[in-house]
Structure formats: structure tokens, C-alpha cells
Nanobody
């Protein structure tokens, strides 16, 4: 049974930082894509960042480039999202996803496994 468990969310003031973690278990894969997505109330889900556990290549949404950094610890099968200079518009539920499905853009969110999410709230 594959499970993804997010942690690290919370409430911060604008300009602050948070580090999200996504711990994975139950995998038999050694190299795969993992991503962070977010969804604010009344808005569509948005792809935030992507990492390939095999080589570490990454991709980011334009809205977070230069502020967020995705990384991984393959030994722990854990992916992190370091979020700096947070803005009120970053407020959302953040979800971790793994095992990309199909050949479309990762930002579409076609992933096989999802966590339950962790809330990030940024106040002005």
C-alpha cells in the first residue's frame, strides 16, 4: 500500500518561511517523479514544483520560482519543499503527489498517488 504523508504546514506572516515534507512508503519504484501541488478555496489545483528522484531534475511554477526549492532524500523516500519569502497568495492546502501518469505536462496533476495535504496560511 503506497502512502504519502505531508507535514510542515502552518501559519506565518508574509516574508516568512516554511519547509514542507512528504514521506513516502510502500514503494517498489526506485526512480519516479514527485510533485507538490496546492489548492486554495474556490480555485483550481496548481502545480507548484516537481522533482525526479532518479537524477534530481526539478521544475517550478512561475509563481514560485526563486522562492521555493524542492529537494529529496532518496534514502528516506522523502521530498521537501522549502518555501521562502511567502506571500498571502501562497495560502492554500498543499499536496504531495507521486508516480506521474502519461506524457502530458506534470502541472496537470496526473499522478497516481496523493497525500491528504497540509495547510499553509500566510498573513499580510
Amino acid at each position: 500500500q503506497v502512502q504519502l504523508v505531508e507535514s510542515g504546514g502552518g501559519s506565518v506572516q508574509a516574508g516568512g518561511s516554511l519547509r514542507l515534507s512528504c514521506a513516502a512508503s510502500g514503494y517498489t519504484y526506485s526512480r519516479f517523479f514527485m510533485g507538490w501541488f496546492r489548492q486554495a478555496p474556490g480555485q483550481e489545483r496548481e502545480g507548484v514544483a516537481l522533482i525526479y528522484t532518479g537524477g534530481g531534475s526539478t521544475d517550478y511554477a512561475d509563481s514560485v520560482k526563486g522562492r521555493f526549492t524542492i529537494s529529496r532524500d532518496n534514502a528516506k523516500i522523502t521530498v521537501y519543499l522549502q518555501m521562502n519569502n511567502l506571500k498571502p497568495e501562497d495560502t492554500a492546502m498543499y499536496y504531495c503527489a507521486a508516480i506521474k501518469i502519461g506524457g502530458g505536462s506534470w502541472s496537470r496533476g496526473d499522478f497516481r498517488y496523493w497525500g491528504l495535504g497540509t495547510q499553509v496560511t500566510v498573513s499580510s
